[in-house]
């Protein structure tokens, strides 16, 4: 029997509630020093929203909440209506390969090629060989590796390699895909490349949340702004782009 933990079923029991919401979210590494102090967000299906803020501003701490590597020492995250502090360690494996999760630095399998590394996460939530053989290939296509299949990892480019990562991230339809600094190790060309793939992924209905530290691309692309400032949620702008001081 195969176990699925499906996002898209929570959220049809309340169509109207947000599909990320945290409250009064507090979290300390050393007690009395938050890296995140009394957070309160909600993110709607279908929404894309930046998250940025300067070096130990929190917003890393923010994903990694939102991805259960960590609890929150105080309040609480629901995900489509769940609880995250309520999940025992196998729903907590579940919930994650339920999500879309593009890091900075690829985390691609080095001895398997282009197609084992995205049908893996195919194979993580035992999808049958069939649905495997059909979306692998239709995924590689649409981030433009459909000639790359064999290929190893070493034997691509950066920008390559990210977008191997981003077809292992949404080839099981994910309904939220976070993104944790995923063109920081690129260059303009290859990070414009990889915000177009998580556009159109986007508008296919898939809410992403990237947390970056790229100006020019938040400004460019006009989606909603999050700005972190010492763990404190200073800002949530949802015109578009950073806020600038003025001079």
Same mark, same amino acid.
């Given at each position: 029997m195969v176990l699925k933990y499906d996002l898209n079923k929570d959220l049809k029991k309340?169509?109207?509630?947000?599909?990320?919401l945290l409250q009064g979210v507090s979290?300390?590494?050393k007690e009395g $020093?938050?890296?995140?102090?009394?957070? &309160?967000?909600e993110i709607r299906k279908g929404e894309f929203v930046f998250i940025v803020g300067n070096s130990g501003s929190g917003k890393s701490t923010l994903i990694k909440l939102m991805l259960r590597e960590i609890k929150p020492t105080d309040g609480k995250i629901f995900i489509a209506g769940k609880e995250l502090g309520r999940l025992r360690r196998?729903? $907590?494996a579940k919930y994650r390969r339920s999500l879309g999760i593009v890091f900075q630095d690829f985390r691609l399998l080095n001895d398997r090629t282009v197609y084992d590394n995205v049908a893996f996460a195919q194979r993580v939530i035992e999808a049958p060989a069939v649905e495997i053989s059909r979306q692998v290939p239709k995924v590689l296509s649409l981030v433009g590796l459909t000639e790359k299949f064999r290929s190893y990892p070493k034997e691509l480019s950066g920008g390559e390699q990210q977008?191997?990562? =981003?077809?292992?991230? =949404?080839? &099981? &339809?994910?309904?939220i895909l976070l993104a944790d600094e995923p063109t920081g190790n690129l260059d303009p060309k290859n990070s414009w490349e990889i915000m177009?793939? =998580?556009e159109e992924a986007n508008r296919r209905g898939t809410t992403i949340v990237v947390v970056t530290h790229n100006k020019e691309i938040v400004d460019v692309m006009q989606k909603r702004v999050i700005t972190m400032n010492k763990g404190v949620l200073v800002s949530d702008n949802k015109k578009g782009g950073y806020l600038h001081e003025k001079s």
């Open positions: 309340d169509m109207d509630a947000p599909v990320i979290k300390e590494y $020093i938050p890296a995140v102090s009394n957070i &309160n967000l196998m729903g $907590i977008r191997v990562a =981003l077809a292992r991230a =949404l080839v &099981n &339809n994910p309904v177009r793939l =998580l």
